[in-house]
């Protein structure tokens, strides 16, 4: 059953976006878009390979990740402000395959903080496309969602807390469909509502709290010979 919901939510993806033809609709930018890519150094080839597919918050606790998970993962980082909905983000994975030709054991994604002139409806829409993208990058790996955090205060045009609500529950819906295990790093965030840097990201107390989390999560998933 497990194998059927996967395959039927990969093809239901791949029908919308080659039916909508959402790969070619123009990217609806934010004031600043970047991507940020880390790579391990030395790469271990004795080690599993972790990837955090994330944003800035992500890239926040990324470190922690690292030091956490040191002699058991090699662990890659890319970060982007492209948003589900956005047809770059799925433009920007196929790169980072082609570039990071890397077999990976585990990947921990997020996203869900950026791209808030893309609405919820379309942001449903496009999640079947990311799981599949994952699937074709990393075919073999486990993969865990990590939950959008809540924000310190709503902003007119950002983000806001009912709308990171709405976006999580569309995530949870997909990631029980296809057996995903979710690290709820929402909850664990909003027992620190002391901890924020600004509206938005933690600081380096919060983000080690987050690391310390997303690594146990990810831990789970390795070979118990590297524990």
């Known amino acids: 059953m497990k194998a059927l919901a996967v395959a039927a939510i990969l093809s239901m993806g791949s029908s919308i976006f080659s039916l909508t033809g959402a790969q070619d609709r123009p990217s609806r930018t934010e004031q600043v878009e970047w991507t940020w890519e880390v790579r391990p150094a030395p790469v271990d080839p004795k080690l599993p390979n972790v990837l955090l597919l994330g944003d800035s918050i992500t890239r926040n606790y990324f470190p922690e990740v ?14 982007t402000s492209a948003s589900l909905g956005d047809p770059r983000l799925l433009r920007e994975l196929a790169d980072y395959s082609t570039a990071e030709p890397v077999t990976f054991n585990v990947v ?11 609405s919820e409806a ?8 990311l799981i599949a993208a994952l699937h074709r990058m990393a075919p073999k790996a486990a993969l865990v969602w990590a939950t959008t955090t809540p924000v310190k205060t709503d902003s007119e045009t950002g983000p806001t807390n009912a709308r990171i609500d709405a976006r999580n529950d569309v995530a949870r819906t997909f990631a029980k ?13 909003a027992q620190h509502a002391d901890l924020y840097l600004d509206g938005v990201h933690f600081g380096e107390q919060g983000a080690a709290i987050q690391g310390k989390q997303a690594a146990e999560a990810i831990r789970r998933f390795l070979p118990r010979s590297e524990h």
Not at 67 to 77: C, D, I, K, P
């Open 66 to 79: 690292q030091r956490q998970l040191a002699g058991s993962a090699n662990v890659y980082l890319m970060a």
């Open 122 to 129: 379309e942001y449903r829409e496009a999640f079947p496309t």
């Open 177 to 189: 469909v296809n057996g995903i295990v979710v690290d709820d790093q929402h909850v664990l965030m």
């Open 108 to 118: 921990h994604f997020n996203n869900g903080m950026h791209g808030w002139t893309y």
